[in-house]
């Protein structure tokens, strides 16, 4: 949980610090077990500054092996736009910004 919670925050502060005007509505880390997902969706801006209602879902996940101490995860995967799933991203700000670009918006 705590984790999930320091990932929101740096989410919220990376967007406010970027360049992009992109809004995060939501960050979210999901699973159990053998799998887990981090979940992004962003609200894209217009060239004049006001925010669309567009939106950008971004995901990407890990597998995991193992239990208790023993857990381990083979890395994340790279970050997909859930409307383009075929393009991947290091990180999800370049995801977000790619998306909100393909649609007119920044």
Do not use: H
């Not at 217009?46 to 567009?54: E, L, P, R």
């Amino acid at each position: 949980m705590k984790r999930g919670m320091l990932f929101c925050v740096l989410a919220m502060t990376m967007c406010v610090m970027s360049a992009n005007a992109y809004q995060v509505l939501s960050s979210k880390e999901l699973g159990r077990g053998d799998a887990k997902n981090q979940n992004v969706v962003v609200k894209c801006t217009t060239d004049t500054g006001k925010i669309s209602n567009q939106t950008c879902s971004l995901r990407r996940y890990v597998k995991c092996a193992g239990t208790g101490e023993n857990k381990r995860c083979a890395g994340w995967q790279p970050w997909r736009d859930l409307q383009n799933p075929s393009k991947q991203y290091s990180d999800w700000k370049s995801a977000a910004s790619a998306c909100c670009r393909a649609k007119g918006l920044r």
